[in-house]
Each structure stands twice: as C-alpha cells, then as structure tokens.
C-alpha cells in the first residue's frame, strides 16, 4: 500500500479526474487518504457537462476537495517556462501547482508523469493505480473495478491492462 504523509495533497489533473466521473466513481478520490485539490483552471475549462460539475461541486461544498490556483512561486519560474515550451501551458501549470503544493498528481498524460519524476514530485498516480487503491482499500471490489476498466476503454481510455487481478495479486478467473 502506498504511504501517503498525512498533509500531503493530491492534485487532480483533468484525465483522472474526467475518468472517475465516467466511472461514477468520482467520490471514491477523496476517500484514499489525501488531501484532494483541484485547480480552477481544471473545473472551469475541463469539466464542461452539466452532470460532471454537478459531482465536483459537490464535492467541493462537502469540504472533500478543496480548489487551488496557486501563483507560479519565482524559484521555479525558469522551470515554468521550459515545461510551457514543452509541455504546452496547461500542464506546465498543472506541474507549477503541484511543486508550489508539494503535492503528488494524479494524471495520465504520459509527458506530465515524466516530467513530474523529473522534477522530483512526491509521487504520481494515475488512474489504475488510484482504482488499484480504492480495491486495496476496500472502496470497491475487484469485480467493480474491472467493470471501471471496461467503462474506461468505451470511453477512449487505454488501461494498459486487462484487468486488476494481477495489481492486487489474485488468481484471475477470465472477466
């Protein structure tokens, strides 16, 4: 199981966050032992359907998690400018939040995961790894999870995996 600190954030970049809400799953994130934080940027520009900003709102006026647009702190202003360049704007933001925090992302854009290891972040999970520990947990069961990954994949999303028998170490039975 991962350790996570007792105060440290986790910061919700839009893939995780879209594909929990396709999963109807969307409240299970805030359950997992983080500190939940969403950026501005990402509510207002990324969660465009109704029904989805309804979710999140809800979530945010329960206290489950919090909305941040932190100011790009000077010290990593010259790192700012090289993830804009490669990254393009909003994942170089999505980066600048998540040091200024010092919190762990959670996101699937493969660029954004190297160049977070790359700049030392805490930690980055994805979204089978946040599904892995919401089994582990207890949050669903194997067979829930699973159904997630079929629900993911009919959405355009590439698990990368069949199914989580093998993450939490379960003979697998064909799904």
């Known amino acids: 199981m991962v350790e996570i600190p007792p ?20 409240p299970l994130i805030c359950n997992l032992g983080w500190k939940t934080v969403v950026t501005h940027h990402a509510l207002v520009k ?5 029904e989805f900003r309804r979710v999140v709102d809800r979530e945010i006026a329960a206290r489950s998690i919090g909305l941040v647009d932190e100011p790009i702190p000077v010290h990593i202003l010259a790192s700012f400018i ?3 360049r490669r990254l393009g704007k909003r994942d170089a933001t999505l980066l600048a939040n998540a040091v200024a925090l010092g919190a762990t992302i959670a996101t699937d854009d493969r660029a954004a995961i190297k160049a977070g290891k790359k700049v030392g972040l805490l930690q980055v999970e994805t979204t089978v790894a946040l599904l892995r520990q919401c089994i582990i947990q207890e949050h669903i069961t194997l067979h829930q999870a699973n159904n997630s990954l079929k629900t993911l994949a009919r959405n355009s999303f ?17 799904h």
């Open 7 to 26: 105060d440290a954030p986790l910061l919700l970049y839009t893939s995780v966050m879209i594909n929990f809400l396709h999963i109807n799953r969307f």
């Open 46 to 50: 990324e969660v465009k359907t109704e």
């Open 82 to 84: 090289e993830w804009e």
């Open 158 to 174: 590439d698990p990368r995996i069949p199914c989580f028998c093998q993450l939490v170490g379960v003979q697998c039975r064909g």
